[in-house]
C-alpha cells in the first residue's frame, strides 16, 4: 500500500474504524464472560456513588451510561473502550496535525503506536487505565491550543478545566499529566516568559478544583478509601530499603521490554538513530513535557518513595510518543521505506487480534471462562421458585457480586461485602454462599 498516493484523512479514518471494529468482534466471539475489571466497574456502576473502594468514580459513570442503553450485552462493553481508543487516536491525529504541517507524519505517529500493546492487545478490558486515554489526551491538546494561541480563549481553558478533573475522577494517577503540563506553564510563563500571565488560566484551576468537590466529600466521609487503597497497592506500606532500588530497575526493564517492538518499528522508518535537540524549539520543549517528565517523575517517586510501578499504570504514558519519535527524527525519515514501516504496522495490527483469539479459545482457565450469565440463570430460577419477590440488592466481592448485577434480569444493586448486618435488612434473601448472597428489600 502506498499512503502516499492516498487521501491520509480517509487512510487515518479506516485505521480507526477497523480498529474498532476488529476489538469489538473478536474478544465478543472469543470471550464467554466480560473480563475482571469490566465486571467490577459494572458492579460499581449499579450503585452509583462519589467515590468506590479503588478508584475515584468516571469509570462507573461510565459503564453505567453504557448499561443503561445497550442492557447486558457483552460486545457493547467491548466496544466502550475502542470508543474511548478512537477518541483518544482522533486527537493524537489532530494534535501531530498542528505540530507538523505534515499529514503524512501525523498519520505515522498514529499508526506506529500500534506496536505498543496497551493499545491494542489490552483494550478489551474496560477499566480505569482505558477510560482515562480520551482525557489525557484532550488535556494535552487544549494545553497546547491555549500555548500555542496568541489570544487565550475562555472556552479552552474551561475545557481544559473539565478534562483534567474527568481525568483525575477516573485515576488519581492522572496527576502524571496535570503536574507536568502545570511545570511547563511555569516554565514559559515565569522562566522563559514566552506568554504574559492571563487570568483565564486561574478558570482551568477552578473549573478543576469545583468539580472535585463531591469527590473530595465522599473522601472524607468514607475514610479516604481509595487513597488507602492505592497506597497499598504501590507497596507504600512496606518500609523496605531494598524497595528503593528494586522496584526503579524493575519499571526501567519493563519500560524497555514495552517500547522494543516501538524501536524496532520505528527503526523502518529512519536512515540513522541520531538527533539533535534544540531547546529554543517551542514544539519539543512541550513534546518533552508530555513524554518525558511523566515517565521521569513516575521513576523518581518509585526511588523516593520505594514504591511498585504496575504495568498497566503506563498506559497512558506513551501516547504521545510516536510525535515525539517522527519530530526527532522528521529529517531522518526515510520516505523510501514507508512500504516497510506499512508492511511492519499491517503485521502487529493483524497479529494482536489474532493472538488475542487464539489464547481466548485455547485457554479455558480464565476469568472470561467464567460462566457468569448460567449461573445468574439459576439463582434466578431457585429464587423464583421460593419468593415472589425481586431481587434488588447483591453482597459479596466485585466480581461474583458483579456478575450477578450484569446478568440478573432486575440489575439488583451491588452492595459491598456480605455481613450479618446487610443480611437482616432483607425482606427475602438467599446466600449462595458465605460470601454471596440476593436479597430483596
Not at 85 to 106: C, D, G, P, R, T
Not at 188 to 194: E, P, R, S, V
Not at 235 to 242: R, V
Request: proline content about 4%; aromatic content about 20%; glycine content about 4%.
Amino acid at each position: 500500500m502506498n499512503v502516499q498516493n492516498r487521501n491520509i484523512n480517509n487512510v487515518f479514518f479506516i485505521f480507526i474504524i477497523s480498529h474498532l471494529v476488529i476489538w469489538t468482534i473478536v474478544p465478543s466471539l472469543t470471550n464467554k464472560n466480560l473480563p475482571l475489571d469490566t465486571i467490577e466497574h459494572l458492579a460499581w456502576a449499579s450503585n452509583l456513588d462519589w467515590g468506590f473502594p479503588k478508584h475515584p468514580p468516571m469509570v462507573a459513570f461510565f459503564s453505567e451510561f453504557f448499561f443503561q442503553i445497550f442492557g447486558p450485552q457483552d460486545w457493547a462493553f467491548y466496544l466502550m473502550p475502542q470508543i474511548f481508543m478512537i477518541i483518544s487516536f482522533y486527537f493524537i491525529f489532530k494534535f501531530a496535525n498542528e505540530i507538523f504541517n505534515n499529514q503524512l507524519f501525523s498519520l505515522l505517529s498514529v499508526l506506529i503506536l500500534e506496536s505498543i500493546f496497551f493499545y491494542n492487545y489490552i483494550t478489551p478490558e474496560f477499566n480505569v487505565n482505558i477510560c482515562q486515554l480520551p482525557f489525557w489526551t484532550l488535556v494535552v491538546y487544549f494545553s497546547w491550543k491555549i500555548y500555542n494561541s496568541k489570544q487565550i480563549k475562555f472556552l479552552d481553558c474551561l475545557l481544559l478545566g473539565v478534562f483534567s478533573a474527568f481525568g483525575f475522577l477516573t485515576k488519581y494517577l492522572f496527576v502524571f499529566i496535570l503536574f507536568p503540563i502545570f511545570l511547563f506553564f511555569i516554565y514559559i510563563i515565569f522562566i522563559k516568559k514566552q506568554k504574559k500571565f492571563d487570568f483565564k488560566y486561574l478558570i482551568s484551576i477552578e473549573v478543576f478544583l469545583v468539580l472535585l468537590v463531591p469527590h473530595i466529600i465522599w473522601l472524607f466521609n468514607n475514610d479516604f478509601e481509595t487513597i488507602n487503597y492505592a497506597i497499598k497497592r504501590s507497596a507504600l506500606d512496606e518500609k523496605e530499603i531494598i524497595n528503593h532500588i528494586k522496584f526503579p530497575l524493575i519499571f526501567i526493564l519493563k519500560q524497555i521490554g514495552i517500547l522494543l517492538p516501538f524501536l524496532i518499528l520505528s527503526w523502518t522508518l529512519i536512515k540513522k538513530f541520531k538527533f539533535k535537540i534544540n531547546f529554543n524549539d517551542k514544539k519539543l520543549i512541550f513534546l518533552f513535557f508530555i513524554n518525558i517528565l511523566p515517565i521521569f517523575m513516575m521513576l523518581v517517586v518509585s526511588i523516593i518513595f520505594g514504591s511498585k510501578v504496575r504495568t498497566a499504570w503506563m498506559v497512558p504514558f506513551y501516547l504521545y510518543f510516536g510525535i515525539l519519535f517522527i519530530y526527532l527524527f522528521k529529517s531522518r525519515i526515510n520516505i523510501k521505506k514507508i512500504n516497510l514501516f506499512i508492511n511492519g504496522f499491517l503485521f502487529l495490527f493483524f497479529l494482536s487480534p489474532a493472538l488475542y483469539g487464539f489464547i481466548s479459545i485455547t485457554e479455558t482457565d480464565k476469568r472470561t471462562d467464567h460462566p457468569g450469565k448460567e449461573i445468574a440463570n439459576k439463582i434466578q430460577i431457585a429464587w423464583d421458585s421460593q419468593f415472589s419477590s425481586t431481587i434488588n440488592e447483591v453482597i459479596g466481592d466485585e466480581w461474583a457480586g458483579g456478575n450477578l448485577t450484569y446478568h440478573l434480569k432486575s440489575r439488583p444493586e451491588w452492595n459491598g461485602f456480605v455481613t450479618q448486618e446487610k443480611i437482616s435488612r432483607y425482606k427475602d434473601y438467599m446466600c449462595i454462599d458465605d460470601n454471596l448472597c440476593v436479597g430483596s428489600k
